[in-house]
Structure formats: C-alpha cells, structure tokens
C-alpha cells in the first residue's frame, strides 16, 4: 500500500515537472523567418515592417571573436512591455539566430553564444506593445564558425 | 543537461547549459567528406512551477553545446525552475532545479 501511495505521487511529479513541459512547446518555429537568407526576408517574415533605433537596448557582444563558432551575446532591454527579443547576424547564410518569447515576470535578459559566419553586424531587435526597436553592433570574426 | 540557479533578492539567475552538436548542415566530416545533416535545437521551454516564463525559438547558429542565462523575477526558495529543449529530429531533453 506504501509502495502504491509512493508510486503514484511519484507519476504524478514525474507529469508535472517532465513530461508536460515537453509536450508544451507552445510557438510554432518561424520557418519562414530562420529559412530566409536576405536580413529583409526574416524582418517580413517576423513582422517587422517598421523599426526604430532604440539606445534603451543593450548589446554586449566583442568588437573582435577570434572563433565564430562562440560569439558571446549579452543583451538586457530597458524598454517597458518587451514581449520579445531576436538576434540577426547579417551576414550568416540565414541571417535570423534566435527568438525569445518573454513572460512579464521573466527580466529582458539573455547571455547566450551565437555562430558568425564572417565579420558582420549583429542586431538585436526587441518587440514591445507591438513595436520594433532595434541596435546593433559589427562584430569581427578571425576564423568564421558555419562550415569547416 | 546542467543547470544552476541563485536567488538575488527575489530574482532567480539561471544558468543552463544543453548538450548537442548544433550542426550546420554546412560541415563535412574531415575523413569521409559527407556533409554532415542539419542538425539544432529548434525549440526552449522555461517552467518557473510549471508555467511558462520563456519560450525560445532557435536556428542551427546557436553554438555548440548551447550556454543560456537569464532571470526570473518573483522567486523564491522550494519554487522549481524547469528547462525543455526539442531539436529539429525531434529528439527531447529536460532538466529541473529547486531553487535554494
């Protein structure tokens, strides 16, 4: 009967804290956006139509990566309402790296390492009530991280 | 799949660190010369006590072993803190942390 008692709490821990999760996944992946391999072709396809330059953005990412393969990105947005933030590579063969869809109690913070194909620009763009806001920063990649 | 967790304040910092090539589809292997098939984590889900905080959506750009940190506001010790990944074969991985 203890045996049972266990077993079942046990499942029951298992569903909420693994299995549900997974099954969660909520976005569709923007395949028409990570496929496309003009900056515009991604912009379109994630709805960016009008974008304005915003200094309440901040990227963190090096002037010079000696590996492309390991570009570190730190980006904390100070823009009220940021729903989402994307980060571009110009000048990878399909420019759009990433997506992130944030709740209101998650801070608009992310550290992350992206892959740099060759010396390019790297813009953050940050969706908030609706609008795009966007920085950037070039980013000088010694030995480039897609191919090899 | 490891995680790590600190409380500041009522801030969670996570920090997660995944497993997987991420492959570009664009590398070969240096002795056969095949190009190796596409291969990333298409999708990462964040649970703070099993709601959804941050949902990701990546490319095959994301590096190797992909690193990711960020914070959630309105923690605080016994809440658990939840990381979900699906790559593009649609193979899965999960990993869960108790804050302290």
Partial sequence: ??????????????????????QLLAAQWNEAAFGAKAVADALNNIGATSIADSDQIQL??????????????????????????????????QPLVAIFDIASNTEPFISTRIKMGESS???VLVKAGGKFYVTSQEVKVTIGGCGG | ??????????????????FH?????????????????????????????????LDAQWS?????NPFMNFRIRGAKPGDKIAVSWEDNKGEKASIETTLE
């Fill in chain 1, 60 to 93: 963190k990412a090096p002037e010079i990566a000696e590996n492309g393969a390991i570009v570190p990105v730190e980006i904390t947005s100070r823009i009220p309402g940021t729903q989402t933030i994307y980060i571009i590579a110009d000048k990878n063969p």
């Fill in chain 2, 21 to 53: 090539p991420m492959e570009t589809g664009l590398r070969k292997d240096p002795i056969t010369g095949d190009v190796i098939p596409l291969h990333f984590i298409q999708h990462v889900v964040v649970f703070h006590n099993g709601t959804t905080v």
């Fill in chain 1, 121 to 123: 620009k790297v813009r």
């Fill in chain 2, 1 to 18: 799949m490891k995680i790590r967790a600190q409380i500041r304040g009522d801030v969670a910092d996570v920090k997660v660190l995944m």
């Fill in chain 2, 60 to 64: 095959q750009a994301v590096s190797k």
């Fill in chain 1, 1 to 22: 009967m203890r045996a049972l008692a266990f077993g079942s709490a046990y499942v029951a821990t298992f569903a909420a804290g693994w299995l549900r999760p997974v």
